[in-house]
C-alpha cells in the first residue's frame, strides 16, 4: 500500500482502488463466498468516491486475510480504512456527497490543471463574485443557505492558498466578458485574478474567441488533480460531479487540455488582457 495521507477522501479511494488490485483475477462471486458476503457489497468495497462504502474493520481483515497478507500489511489497512471514517472540515456543511468528494481530492491535491468555459475558477472567485454567481444560480436560497455556500468556497480557497499546490487554469473568454454581480464587482473580480495570476504556484491563460472550434468546445469544463499516488479527472454534468481514475480517459483530457493551453494567450497576454478588461469595466 502506498504512503498514508490525512484526507478521508483520498484515503477512501486508496482503500478502494488497493482492494480491486489486490483482487487480481479473482471473481467477485468467489471473493464473496469465501468471506460470507454478498457480490455488490465486494464490489462497493472496491468502487472509489460517492458510489463506494468502507468495509467494517472485521470484514475488511477477513478479506486481507484470504488475500494472503501478512499482519503488518493488515495494519497498514486498517489505519487507512481509519483515516478513510474520519471527517473533513466539509462534512458538517451540509454540502452535496459528490461536491465533497471533490474537495477531498482538490485538498490533498499537489497539481490542479482546469479548465472552464463559462465561469471563473472557484478558487480564484472574490466573495463578490460567489455571492453575485449563487444569486443568480439559487434564487430561491435563503441568506443562511447562501452564506453557508460562500464559506465553503472561501474554506477551499484558503486551504489551496495554505497548501504548495500549482494550479494551471485554462479559462475561455467568455468567463472573462459575462459581468456577474455588474461592472464594478467584475472589475474587482479581474483585478484579483491579476493579483493570483502572479503568484508563483498559479498558470493562467485565457482562450479567445478566436480560437474557434477549441478542443473541449464540446466537452465542457473539467478539472484534472494530480495527488501523490493518484490522478482523478472531473467533470459536472446535470450538477452533479463525476469522477474518473480510467487512464485511457486521463490521457484524453490530458492532450485536451495541452491543445487547450497552445491555442489560448500566454500568461503575460492574458494579465494584459486582464488589466485592460477590468479598467474598461470601471468606467462603465
Do not use: C
Not at 467477485?28 to 455488490?40: D, Q, R, T, Y
Not at 468528494?101 to 485538498?107: D, K, P, Q, R, V
Not at 439559487?138 to 480557497?157: F, G, I, K, L, Y
Request: glycine share 6%.
Amino acid at each position: 500500500m502506498e504512503g498514508m495521507t490525512t484526507s478521508p477522501t483520498v484515503a477512501q479511494w486508496q482503500l478502494a482502488t488497493d482492494l480491486r488490485k489486490l483482487r487480481e483475477d479473482r471473481k467477485l462471486g468467489e471473493v464473496a463466498k469465501a468471506i460470507k458476503v454478498n457480490i455488490s457489497t465486494v464490489s462497493r468495497w472496491e468502487t472509489p468516491g460517492v458510489e463506494g462504502v468502507i468495509p467494517g474493520p472485521g470484514s475488511l481483515e477477513r478479506l486481507l486475510e484470504f488475500y494472503g497478507l501478512s499482519p503488518e500489511a493488515i495494519e497498514r489497512f486498517l489505519h487507512v480504512r481509519k483515516e478513510a471514517r474520519s471527517s473533513g472540515w466539509w462534512q458538517s456543511s451540509g454540502i452535496a456527497e459528490d461536491y465533497g468528494t471533490y474537495i477531498g481530492l482538490e485538498s490533498a491535491a499537489r497539481r490542479i490543471r482546469t479548465f472552464e468555459p463559462v465561469l471563473i475558477p472557484g478558487l480564484m472567485q472574490t466573495e463578490g463574485y460567489v455571492r453575485a454567481l449563487f444569486k443568480g444560480t439559487m434564487p430561491s436560497a435563503t441568506t443562511d443557505v447562501v452564506d453557508a455556500a460562500v464559506e465553503v468556497r472561501m474554506n477551499r480557497q484558503s486551504v489551496w492558498q495554505s497548501s504548495s499546490a500549482h494550479m494551471w487554469a485554462i479559462v475561455s473568454e467568455a468567463a472573462i466578458r459575462t459581468t456577474v454581480g455588474g461592472p464594478k464587482l467584475m472589475a474587482e473580480q479581474l483585478r484579483h485574478l491579476v493579483q493570483t495570476a502572479e503568484q508563483p504556484n498559479v498558470t493562467f491563460q485565457v482562450l479567445p474567441f478566436e480560437a474557434g472550434a477549441h478542443a473541449a468546445l464540446e466537452i465542457g469544463a473539467f478539472t484534472l488533480l494530480t495527488l501523490d499516488a493518484l490522478e482523478v479527472l472531473m467533470t459536472i454534468t446535470d450538477n452533479t460531479s463525476l469522477f474518473w481514475d480510467d487512464q485511457t480517459v486521463l490521457n484524453r483530457h490530458t492532450e485536451v487540455f495541452e491543445r487547450l493551453l497552445a491555442d489560448a494567450w500566454r500568461p503575460a497576454q492574458t494579465i494584459e488582457f486582464l488589466s485592460r478588461t477590468s479598467e474598461t469595466l470601471e468606467k462603465e
